[in-house]
């Protein structure tokens, strides 16, 4: 069984920087995507970034050029480098690894941008 645990959000003023860490333990395979998602309150999830076990990265307009996502094969790790953060990143944020053989979620983690 797959789990994924999330860490590193929290609070920071607006311009601040955060860093999301999502830990992957169980049957991993090498052909899959890990992706980072949010939910802000009232709004649907949403696709924040992505990078393919190839190294691909793709990312949402509205963060490109401020987050970074970048993964570490060895400690089965993929993290979200958050800089000028913005009260509109204010979201619950989830990573989620794709599988050939499925979907799996994180519980998410909080992140919170006082203007």
């Known amino acids: 069984q797959v789990q994924l645990v999330e860490s590193g959000g929290g609070l920071v003023q607006a311009g601040g920087s955060l860093r999301l860490s999502c830990a992957a333990s169980?049957?991993?395979?090498?052909?899959?995507?890990m992706g980072w998602y949010r939910q802000a309150p009232g709004k649907q999830r949403e696709l924040v970034a992505f990078?393919?076990?190839?190294?691909?990265?793709n990312y949402a307009d509205s963060v490109k050029g401020r987050f970074t996502i970048s993964g570490d094969n060895a400690e089965r790790t993929v993290y979200l480098q958050m800089n000028s953060l913005k009260p509109e990143d204010t979201a619950v944020y989830y990573c989620?690894?794709?599988?050939?053989?499925?979907?799996?979620w994180g519980q998410g983690t909080q992140v919170t941008v006082s203007s």
């Open positions: 169980g049957s991993i395979f090498s052909n899959n995507v």
């Open positions: 990078i393919t076990s190839a190294g691909i990265t």
């Open positions: 989620k690894l794709t599988t050939p053989r499925g979907d799996y």
